[in-house]
């Protein structure tokens, strides 16, 4: 049974930043390309960033670019999110997800697995 359970998210003044955590079990994971998408209320579902299963790659959608960073660590299956000079249009739920094809990307369709979120709040 995969399971995919992300922490770290939290309350955090504009300017400021937080690490999320992606920590999977019950698939290997260093097969899988790993993807952070977000939902705020109201909105589509939104790709923010997606990583290659040897992290050698790694793609950002612009509005997150040069201010989150994305890392995966093999062989503590886990997979993280580093957002620095966070913004209130941040705010969303926060999910990571695995692509089997390995390579990561920014469509939610092609993601195999889907952890269950953790709320990111950004205080103006």
């Known amino acids: 049974q995969v399971q995919l359970v992300e922490s770290g998210g939290g309350l955090v003044q504009a300017g400021g930043s937080l690490r999320l955590s992606c920590a999977a079990s019950g698939l290997t994971f260093n097969t899988y390309g790993m993807g952070w998408f977000r939902q705020a209320p109201g909105k589509e579902r939104e790709f923010v960033a997606a990583i290659s299963r040897g992290g050698g790659t790694s793609w950002f959608a612009g509005s997150v670019k040069g201010r989150f960073t994305i890392s995966r660590d093999n062989a503590k299956n886990t997979v993280y999110l580093q957002m620095n000079s966070l913004k209130p249009e941040d705010t969303a739920v926060y999910s990571c997800?695995?692509?089997?094809?390995?390579?990561?990307?920014?469509?939610?369709?092609?993601?195999?697995?889907w952890g269950q979120g953790t709320q990111v709040t950004v205080s103006s």
């Open positions: 997800a695995a692509d089997s094809r390995g390579t990561g990307n920014n469509r939610p369709s092609e993601y195999d697995y």
